[in-house]
């Protein structure tokens, strides 16, 4: 699995948790969470802002490999695809052009911040994932997504905590010429 913690913050100088920890220092980010946490002291502020980081960072464990496969199990050519792969030729391979097309995921974790055992205020974040596709040939075999093979494709990731921005990434990447997908996703539901 490639998460997109570690597909967008990997090769930069600075990890997922210090770009976190750094925007979300900015005065009207976790100062939104209510007079409570505007009034704690400077080193309790600048741990909770570190501890905050660290959490979101590991909510960043999406995996891309798992946003795309569940967004193609819902393509409709896809889905086709499968179905006619069990009823005409089970063994056989039907190759599916998939057009240009973006598959995208959102998550909206709540945070609490206790302070002495007592909440003080709640991060709401959001993590948007979207990946454009482009130019790929997906291989369906007796109703199963089985490989796929060339593409392109560009990744980006929006995370906002508190209605405010604080990570924009984009990161282009061309696909292998194949890549096999072990035992198949299925595409059609099955009996039983």
């Known amino acids: 699995m490639i998460s997109a913690r ?5 090769g930069g100088g600075d990890s997922d948790v210090e770009v976190l920890d750094r925007s979300l220092r ?21 741990l909770l802002d570190r501890e905050v980081a660290a959490v979101i960072g590991r909510l960043l464990d ?20 499968g179905q006619r792969s069990l009823a005409t030729y089970p063994s056989g391979e ?27 205020g709640t991060v709401e974040a959001t993590i948007l994932m979207s990946l ?16 796929l093979r060339s ?15 604080v990570v924009r990434r984009e990161r282009a990447f061309d696909a292998p010429l194949h890549v096999a997908l072990g035992d198949g996703v299925d595409l059609v539901d099955r009996p039983g």
């Open 62 to 81: 999406i995996g891309l490999d798992d946003v795309l496969v569940k967004g193609w199990r819902t393509h409709r050519a896809l889905r086709d695809a």
């Open 151 to 165: 593409g392109s494709c560009l990744a980006k990731l929006v995370v906002t905590v508190q209605d405010r921005e």
């Open 26 to 46: 900015e005065p009207s980010v976790l100062g939104a969470t209510g007079d409570a946490v505007a009034s704690l002291g400077t080193g309790t502020r600048a």
């Open 6 to 10: 570690s597909f967008f913050f990997a």
């Open 132 to 147: 454009d596709v482009d130019a790929l040939v997906a291989v369906v075999t007796g109703g199963k997504l089985t490989a």
């Open 94 to 120: 039907e190759l599916v052009e998939l057009a240009q097309h973006t598959v995208s995921s959102t998550h909206s974790p709540r945070v609490d911040l206790l302070v002495n055992g007592k909440r003080i």
